[in-house]
């Protein structure tokens, strides 16, 4: 019998370098360490969400007392936006970034090592596939995917 191998979506994560990534200088770092726990960069850019962009971005949010801040951070400088591929991704770049709050991250995670605050933590990270594929696809269309 032939034997058919398709490409689910539970291998892709989609995560963005934040502003304070990039204002630090620490996009290298941080893709060093993506790329060496085994993780394929399916698309990049480097983007600046506007302020309607974040809002949908984060709508799941919107009562939250930290909505505002958050879309103003998110907003006030370029991201770098990736979709990544490996086995079990959604949850091994959870691991590998860490809790929200730096300050509860475990060591050697994305943001124990670069994150100032539980605001300002460095990176984003899918919560589950199916947030996955729509938070890739927000951000590109399938010709820059690959
Ligand atoms: P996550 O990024 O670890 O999935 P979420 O609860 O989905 O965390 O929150 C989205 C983002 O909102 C966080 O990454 C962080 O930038 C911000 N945020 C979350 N909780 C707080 C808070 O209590 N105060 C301020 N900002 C927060
Ligand atoms: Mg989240």
Redesign the pocket.
Known sequence: MRKIIYKMATNRTFTML?PDSVEKGNIGAILEKITASGFRIVAMKLTQMTIADAQAF?A??RE???YG??VE??TRGPIVAAILEKDNAVEDFRTL?G???PAEAAEGTIRKLYAD?????AV??S?SDDNAAIEGAFHFSGREQF
């Open positions: 934040k984060y799941v949010h939250r007392p930290f801040e958050l951070y998110m970034i809790t929200t709050n605050s539980i605001s300002e933590n984003h990270g919560d």
